[in-house]
């Protein structure tokens, strides 16, 4: 082998990974609108009434949260109140959007409602739903 076809096979994947690389860094972006993530994050269980007002401007964005890593969620929405594993490494994140047995004070028998984020097995947002505390 010559001098030439050495550096040659040695360039061609070199090249190949940081095509690789520089694909797979690129994360998903998304336009938050009028939903304040320091706010959603500054109300950690809901109890300051903060996420309650954002839930609006989040419910617009739950499409728009599907593909995102979960470090691109979390550097979002913070980190979870709850989380739950499932089956085959799957996840559930559970964010309190609203005052309720979460906080400490009296609590009147009302439904609160939550952000449940699905998060499949390669930790990238799935779903996004919201549901009323049983």
Known sequence: MTRKN????????LILCIVLISICSCGKK????????????G??????????IQLRFLNGLKKDFEGLS??????????????????????SYYYFAAPGKQ??????ETKIPYVIVEMNAISYVSLVRFALED
């Open 103 to 108: 906080c400490i004070m009296e609590n009147k």
């Open 70 to 91: 979960e470090s691109q969620l979390i550097s979002i929405l913070g980190k979870p109140n709850k989380q739950e594993l499932k089956e085959r490494n799957c996840k």
């Open 30 to 41: 998304i336009q938050l609108g009028s939903f304040n993530p320091t706010r959603w994050q």
């Open 43 to 52: 109300d950690f269980n809901g109890c300051d009434g903060n996420r309650e």
């Open 6 to 13: 050495i550096k040659m096979n040695f360039i061609k994947p």
